[in-house]
Nanobody, 124 residues
């Protein structure tokens, strides 16, 4: 059974940093591209970042480029999202997702598996 479990959510002040983790089980991890998405209240789920199975290719939404960094440790079956210079508009539930293949997609639909989400709140 495939499971993705996010951790690292919580409250941070504007300008602060936080690192999210997503641990995967039940999959051959490096066969899967991984993505981070977020959903704020009343809004659709939006793409944040994605990373290829080997970790050599990354892609970011314009809203987080230069502030967030996605990485993965295939030995630990874990993907990370380092979030710096947080803004109030970063407040959302953050989800990790896995899709079989090279790089995944910016749209949520192709992803095969999802975590339960972790709340991240940025206060001013």
């Amino acid at each position: 059974q495939v499971q993705l479990v996010e951790s690292g959510g919580g409250l941070v002040q504007v300008g602060g940093s936080r690192k999210l983790s997503c641990a995967a089980s039940g999959v051959t991890f490096n066969d899967y591209a991984m993505g981070w998405f977020r959903q704020a209240p009343g809004k659709e789920r939006e793409f944040v970042a994605r990373i290829s199975g080997a970790g050599s290719i990354t892609d970011y939404a314009d809203s987080v480029k230069g502030r967030f960094t996605i990485s993965r440790d295939n030995a630990k079956n874990t993907v990370y999202l380092q979030m710096n210079s947080r803004k109030s508009e970063d407040t959302a539930v953050y989800y990790c997702a896995a899709v079989l293949g090279t790089i995944g997609a910016r749209a949520p639909a192709p992803y095969d598996y999802w975590g339960q989400g972790t709340q991240n709140t940025v206060s001013s």
